[in-house]
Antibody, heavy 121, light 107 residues
Framework: EVQLVESGGGLVQPGRSLRLSCAAS????????MHWVRQAPGKGLEWVSG????????GYADSVKGRFTISRDNAKNSLYLQMNSLRAEDTALYYC??????????????WGQGTMVTVSS | DIQMTQSPSSLSASVGDRVTFTCQAS??????LNWYQQKPGKAPKLLIY???NLETGVPSRFSGSGSGTDFTFTISSLQPEDIATYYC?????????FGQGTKVEIK
């Protein structure tokens, strides 16, 4: 079964850091780009960051550029998001998503259930 | 960044109705447009990719069309299980951007 399982969310104070993880199974992880997409409570979807299959290409939303870093470990079938200098507006459910094909710009065909990040003092 | 505008923001229709809503891009994105369905409390689900291609396992009552800046999503016969919010997404340029969503309800 193709599956993505996120972890690492929680309550964190503004200015602090958090690292999200996504464990993938059921597909050849290093054949696909991977992404993080977030959804603030009651709001729409926002693409946060993406990484291609070999980590050679990454992209970030303007709202997180310079604060968040995406990475992957193909040997561990895992995707990560290092979030620094967190702000209240980063509060959201963070989804891990798999690219449909091999390129960075693409549809997202598999989604995890999300991990909630709450930034508050 | 490319802005995606969905219309309407919400709609109400009866079971069996043909439902159509639109997504407009702020610049030409060719056919680099996807549609997702999100039910309350659930992760989004890919329905249509590349503007008109039906994802595997998705019922054929769902369809998409368009290219350039104007796109349309259609449910040919609305079913109770189609109650959800639908999002378009462009992937022509980074950052990939989503529309604000169209919420579909049963009348």
């Amino acid at each position: 079964e193709v599956q993505l399982v996120e972890s690492g969310g929680g309550l964190v104070q503004p200015g602090r850091s958090l690292r999200l993880s996504c464990a993938a199974s059921g597909f050849t992880f290093d054949d696909y780009a991977m992404h993080w997409v977030r959804q603030a409570p009651g709001k729409g979807l926002e693409w946060v960051s993406g990484i291609n299959w070999n980590s050679g290409s990454t992209g970030y939303a303007d709202s997180v550029k310079g604060r968040f870093t995406i990475s992957r470990d193909n040997a561990k079938n895992s995707l990560y998001l290092q979030m620094n200098s967190l702000r209240a507006e980063d509060t959201a459910l963070y989804y891990c998503a798999k690219g449909l094909r091999g390129r960075l710009n693409d549809a997202f065909d598999i989604w995890g259930q999300g991990t909630m990040v709450t930034v508050s003092s | 960044d490319i802005q995606m505008t969905q219309s309407p923001s919400s709609l109400s229709a009866s079971v069996g109705d043909r439902v159509t809503f639109t997504c407009q891009a702020s610049q030409d994105i060719s056919n680099y447009l996807n549609w997702y369905q999100q039910k309350p409390g659930k992760a989004p689900k890919l329905l249509i990719y590349d503007a008109s291609n039906l994802e595997t396992g998705v019922p054929s009552r769902f369809s998409g069309s368009g290219s350039g800046t104007d796109f349309t999503f259609t449910i040919s016969s609305l079913q109770p299980e189609d109650i959800a919010t639908y999002y378009c997404q462009q992937y022509d340029n980074l950052p990939q951007t989503f529309g604000q969503g169209t919420k579909v309800e049963i009348k």
